[in-house]
């Protein structure tokens, strides 16, 4: 157990041991290499502490989604690739070249910009290629792509070092679009010139032999979510989110709790509040929805969620007292739990989490 501060209000605890493991797992998945995503703050776990810890598992290959959490990164990392999928914007290559960073070109006209560092560099510069078959977001559309297939010059002097693309609906094996995409993505690269792929993204890596590729690009799995929903999660739990009551109150039958009383004790209550509220990234959707675990038990939230304070119902816990710390997410209550009760999917539970807790890196 790690030493808690009294004056930490809210611990978020990451386990860096259980990122290992999980990455360990998925490496047993997948027939090829296997990247780390780290974007978005890897998934609001702190990609300062998650990329290097990836990097001494074996992991040589990152990605973010924006350039300055590429650049954040980098000096973190003494080798290995760092590739930014959300495009290159106009104007940012010389930060690209500088930094040592990859770009995922998503156009011809990125394609076009790094080919003139390169002629201008005199040197083969080394880029990744993204292709849309299906969420219409990012990637060569068809028609930048049947440009690049016809003519393959418009490539010279870049360093391709995969083509990848991304899938639509992963998490759901028999959707039909996981094989519509298999078979464009297919189409796409024998036209293209020959380079190493990258397809699945963590949920892809359990849809079988048809989606591996010679780079995996999990997220979510690493960190704990379920790449099966409604099937058994094979991953390791990495988040552990506590919290110490502030107060216990005693309130009588009839009493509401939390802005405009939504919740209006049936019986006389024991009200513990804690330090934890939309402002951390709980979700306000949660108000009146699941429960914290104090001893193994549940300890039910009531009322709404304000900004800075959950308040729940500790009637059938006289042990908890104000100085009592209450689990709000960890191993009996995961974030994909939270996030079912959320209206939302573990992802945005993860990223949501806030900046005042109290973070803590074991393993
Ligand atoms: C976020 C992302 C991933 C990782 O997806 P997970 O579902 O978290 O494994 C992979 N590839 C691309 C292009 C992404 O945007």
Not at 100 to 124: F, H, M, N, T, Y
């Amino acid at each position: 157990m790690t030493t808690r501060m009294a004056t930490d209000a809210a611990v978020l605890e990451v386990d860096l041991g259980a990122i290992g493991m999980n990455y360990t797992y998925l490496r047993g998945r997948h027939p090829g290499p296997v990247a780390g995503v780290v974007k978005a703050n890897a998934y609001g776990l702190g990609a300062i502490r998650v990329a290097p810890y990836l990097h001494a598992q074996g992991c040589r290959h990152f990605f973010t989604a924006h350039l300055s959490e590429a650049l954040a990164i980098r000096p973190e990392l003494p080798d290995g690739m760092v590739a930014v999928l959300n495009t290159m914007l106009p104007g940012s290559e010389g930060a690209y070249l500088e930094a040592g960073i990859e770009p995922v070109l998503s156009s011809l006209d990125e394609i076009a910009r790094w080919r003139a560092q390169a002629v201008r560099l005199g040197q083969r510069l080394p880029a990744l290629l993204h292709v849309d078959t299906g969420l219409n977001r990012l990637g060569l559309d068809a028609a930048d792509l049947a440009a690049l297939q016809a003519d393959h010059s418009l490539l010279d002097g870049i360093d391709l070092r995969y083509i990848m693309t991304h899938l639509v609906a992963a998490e759901v094996p028999d959707d039909p679009a996981n094989a519509a995409q298999h078979a464009a993505f297919a189409a796409a690269c024998a036209g293209l010139p020959k380079a190493p792929r990258s397809f699945a993204n963590s949920s892809g890596i359990f849809l079988g032999a048809d989606f591996a590729s010679d780079l995996a690009r999990p997220g979510a799995a690493l960190y704990g979510i379920n790449p099966m929903p409604g099937q058994p999660n094979p991953l390791h739990q990495v988040v552990r989110l506590r919290a110490q009551v502030l107060s216990v109150r005693e309130i009588s039958a009839g009493a509401g709790v939390g802005y405009n009383g939504t919740w209006i004790a049936a019986r006389p209550s024991r009200i513990a509040t804690v330090a934890v509220g939309y402002a951390d990234g709980w979700h306000r959707s949660l108000s009146g929805r699941g429960h914290a675990v104090f001893d193994d038990a549940p300890v039910p939230l009531v009322g709404r969620i304000s900004m800075d304070l959950t308040t729940y119902d500790a009637t059938d816990h006289p042990a908890v007292v104000p100085g009592s710390w209450l689990e709000l997410i960890g191993a009996g209550r995961t974030a994909d739990a939270i996030a079912a009760d959320a209206g939302t999917n573990g992802y945005e539970v993860l990223t949501s989490l806030g900046a005042r807790y109290a973070r803590r890196y074991i393993g």
